[in-house]
């Protein structure tokens, strides 16, 4: 990892802004543009501070990065971006985009985003990305310019389709059944934490009326008055309290939803073996196909049915010389053939080796950080339950002088 | 004793102010039954009460009976018990009757269906013939007993009984849970009235404690008799036309404006509670989906499988912590603050009950004023009901005094509880998800060192 741009390099986004401006159509758009910041680290060891590199880019710079990573890296398992809307909102979470909460809560998943292609030990030497970071302008021509969008294969986006693939490498075919269950598991986690939190919520905030009737009423006791009074307010501290809390829960989910992102980019490598396993097989079937026509040909026997042999009974047998012509066009398709097949065998098993080398990095990361967020769920519900152990002292005390 | 209830005509004049209900030991034993001419010294000691701070001392006793017999789940429920527990107590004067009521049955009629509870109240009180009795009451037998005690003591604090029928509510008439809140209230009815000073003396209550199912009913039909009730009603409805207001005293005045207040806050508080409540049961609902997703997930998984395994357990002991704590609100909180409601009613029907029998003296002494010349005939009259005005008041002032002390009692400790239940709540969760923490952490420093960070 020594290697990697995130130790060589600091980066934060460090602040976001609503901006507005024409679009690709041209016409008056408003959008939240985001400072990236760059400090080169080896100057700070000599007490020096580096001078501090900044640029502006917006979500959708964000995203053409990642499909170019996506394209030009199939055998990484890219790290994904934040979502593009709010999603799993409980009721008090503004499903706009232009929300602050929601806003902040993006700029720290860019930052994240940012962060993880730099620790990657393939991506961070990426060029484009580097100029990602540090060059402002004519970054987007030179992105298209590598001519990244004709390499994708549209079939990786194609959710529908089905290859019957006859053999597929096991590993990746248990990667992805893996894959759907994570993603099922997490985003069914995500909906229903969701609910417990709008209901925690409703718990807390009704407690806030005890604050006004508790000193209402105090003012015609002689003797509960204080005790009551006194109680009300700690009420009100109680039902203020939940609003901290579940704003770091939100943190909390974060975490959780870049897993959950995370499974679709696993999906997309485990597809992209699945399609070079087809394409691999089905040029091994063509080039069967044509060993046995030449073959048929050669010999004059018709061993499988063909229009071809039902058409030459109906209209008569062809010339020997179209014959020879037909075979030594097919040995040349052969030839061609069997030497795309090699390169493809090549290619697959070469992708099969550096995609799994990536994905057991992968594991060994996504181990790491669900343990982490598990540990830090944990410590959110201790902090709570401390808060509700110290309100609910101090309200039994006044209660108790009542 | 007043209002022996058992002798048909009207009810007696109420006993002269300065002593309490029942001064002396019952002349004569009730009928049917040999009776002892004196009770044993304890209930005698009980019985004389002639200085004010006897019953000062009464009073404060009572408020720390109140708190033995204030409903909670610790509560022992048969009285043999509830002796015992009260014999570790220090207290001077030991409480000599004990009611418990349990054991709803249902009954099936022709014509309809009812249930009655088992009442069993245990003495050692002279009047009475033995020293345990065990009856059956149904829910209109504690409506005859509620009206009987109002009717002796139209100025007497008589404590709420459960609502005949509840209408909001998806509790059905007979469902289990109805009975069972219905029992407890229907219990604390018959405690609040055993605790206090004048009630527990009343001759309808003994009754009611004591008679056979074909004894009370006749008992029921005995009584003052309807002209007489008719009578009674006319003449309220006469003196509130001038409603006794405009000379009633500062003191009640002040009573009223409270308890209009009172009345408000704690209606509100009723409706707060309850909506904490069910607040609480839809975040427990939400919390029995979320613990076991953590389970489905570590089906899928490797090394985080016991983080995520550890996770699900906390979150489902959070989720039966919960539970308990929904359950402190509706055993305590709720009954309580319900009773309250009723009290607050109670009340303004006790204040406009003392303003009628004062409206009957104003009426009397206006009437009075036009008619110089028969003064010597109506002052016999209106002595009568000075009388009355200054017993009705003084009572009330004195049952007032223990409501407020009873009140305040009762809210310190349900609040208290309600503080405790909350805590407890908590200190479970944290305990859980200490433990849970201090597991995974072991296991990370360990990780740590080996792992190859990027």
Known sequence: MEDCLAKKMEITVSEAEKRTGKNAMNIQETYTAYLIETRAVESQSEGQCAPVDSLWRRYSEFELLRNYLSVTY?????????????????????????????????????????????????????????????????????????????????RLKALNATFRVKNPDKRFTELKHYSDELQSVISHLLRVRARVADRLYGVYKVHGNYGRVFSEWSAIEKEMGDGLQSAG????????????????????????????????????????????????????????????????????????????????????????????????????????????????NLEGRDFVKSAWADIERFKEQKNHDLKEALISYAVLQISMCKKGIQVWTNAKECFSKM | MEAEGRVPGPPLPPPSPGSRGGAEPPAEPPAGAPGAAQGPLLA?????????????????????????????????ISPSSMINQYKFEDEPELRDLFVTVDDPESHITAIETFITYRVVTKTSRGEFDSSEYEVRRRYQDFLWLKSKLEEAHPTLIIPPLPEKFIMKGMVERFSDEFIETRRKALHKFLNRIADHPTLTFNQDFKIFLTAQAWELSSHKKQGPGLLSRMGQTVRAVASSVRGGVKNRPEMFTEMNDYVETFSQKINILDKIAHRIYKEEREYFNEMKEYGPIHTLWSASEEDIADSLKGVASCIDKC????????????????????????????????????????????????????????????????????????????????????????????????????????????????????????????????????????
Not at chain 1, 92 to 103: H, Q, R
Request: proline share 3%; charged share 30%; glycine share 4%.
């Open chain 1, 233 to 344: 307010h700690h009420m009100d501290v109680y039902a203020a309290s939940i609003d901290d809390i579940l704003e770091e829960e939100e943190h909390y989910a974060d975490l959780l939803k870049e897993y959950l992102f995370y499974a679709e980019a696993l999906r997309a490598v485990c597809r992209k073996h699945e399609l070079m396993q087809y394409d691999l097989e089905m040029a091994a079937q063509d080039l069967t196909s044509k060993k046995q026509q030449c073959e048929e040909l050669a010999t004059g026997t018709v061993r499988t049915f063909s229009l071809k042999g039902v058409t030459s009974k109906l209209f008569g047998q062809e010339t020997a010389e179209q014959r020879e012509a037909k075979i030594k066009i097919l040995e040349e398709q052969i030839q061609e053939g069997e030497e795309q097949l090699k390169s493809k």
């Open chain 2, 44 to 76: 005698a000691e009980v019985l004389s009460l002639d200085d004010e701070e006897d019953d000062l001392e009464v009073f404060s006793k009572d408020t720390s009976l109140a708190e033995v017999n204030s409903f909670s789940p610790s509560m022992p």
């Open chain 1, 74 to 154: 199939p055998h990484i398992v890219v790290p994904p971006l934040p979502e593009k809307r709010a999603d799993f909102v409980w009721h008090k979470l503004s499903a706009d985009n232009m929300d602050p909460d929601f806003v902040e809560r993006r700029r720290i998943g860019l930052e994240n985003f940012l962060l993880r292609v730099a620790s990657h030990p393939v991506l961070c030497q990426d060029k484009i990305f580097y100029s990602f970071l540090t060059q402002e302008g004519g970054w987007k021509d030179m992105v298209n310019e590598t001519g990244f969008q004709l390499k994708a294969d549209s």
């Open chain 2, 319 to 454: 989720c039966k912590a919960t539970e308990k704590r929904m359950a402190g609100l509706s055993e305590n909180l709720l009954p309580i603050l319900h009773e309250y409601v009723l009290y607050s009613e109670i009340l303004m029907g006790v204040l406009k009950r003392r303003d009628q029998i004062q409206g009957e003296l104003d009426s009397k002494v206006d009437a009075l004023a036009n008619k110089k010349t028969e003064k010597d005939l109506f002052s016999e009259e209106i002595g009568k009901l000075e009388d009355k005005v200054e017993c009705a008041n003084n009572a009330l002032k004195a049952d007032w005094d223990r409501w407020k002390q009873n009140m305040q009692c009762d809210m310190r400790s349900t609040f208290t509880n309600v503080a405790e239940n909350n805590l407890r709540y908590y200190e479970e969760c944290l305990a859980t998800w200490e433990s849970f923490l201090a597991s995974q952490t072991v296991g990370l420093h360990v990780e740590e060192d080996s792992e190859d960070r990027p």
